[in-house]
């Protein structure tokens, strides 16, 4: 658990792989837009930090968070050079057991893409009890989970480039 106020995005660029020459792929839920384009700017701010070249970034928007399967599927499928995806989404508690199935089909898919495809989605969704916990987690006091989302997408990019040169 995080604690009350500590930034869990910070990091060091000299652990970073150099990323000038991947490619990368956000898709971004369009429900809870106040937090996805949160994420999705610390993402983006994160990869320009890190040397990934701008026209290397692909942004796609769907409508809710379980779409982000779907989307980040037809992206692996229409980007053959892309090296790694990240799906940006928030859900929220609310009064219904909706929240708990959007969360287990959006977890379980993404899990999916993993298993099936060599490249890697990253898992950006924030499943928050209430909206300020969101806020905190999407360039609040906690941080931004996208920008952890872009070094861990960098991070796997370079073990993918690194495990298909050792086949």
């Known amino acids: 658990m995080a604690t009350e106020n500590k930034n869990l995005s910070q990091y060091d660029k000299t652990t970073i792989p150099n990323a000038k020459n991947f490619r990368f792929g956000i898709v971004v839920s369009e429900w809870n837009e106040e937090i996805t384009e949160g994420l999705f700017q610390g993402a983006f701010d994160a990869f320009i930090d890190c040397g990934v070249v701008k026209e290397n970034i692909v942004r796609w928007n769907v409508p809710g968070s379980f779409e982000l399967v779907y989307g980040c599927k037809k992206m692996q499928e229409s980007f053959d050079m892309l090296d790694a995806v990240i799906a940006i989404g928030s859900v929220i508690q609310g ?12 977890t379980q898919g993404i899990k999916d893409l993993n298993i099936a495809s060599d490249i890697p989605v990253i898992f950006c969704v924030l499943t928050d009890n209430t909206l300020q916990q969101s806020i905190d987690r999407s360039g609040g006091k906690h941080g931004n ?16 480039k690194d495990a298909t040169f050792y086949k």
């Open 95 to 106: 009064e219904t057991k909706h929240f708990d199935f959007v969360c287990d089909g959006v």
């Open 145 to 160: 989970k996208g920008t952890e989302a872009a070094i861990a997408a960098i991070k796997m990019a370079q073990l993918r």
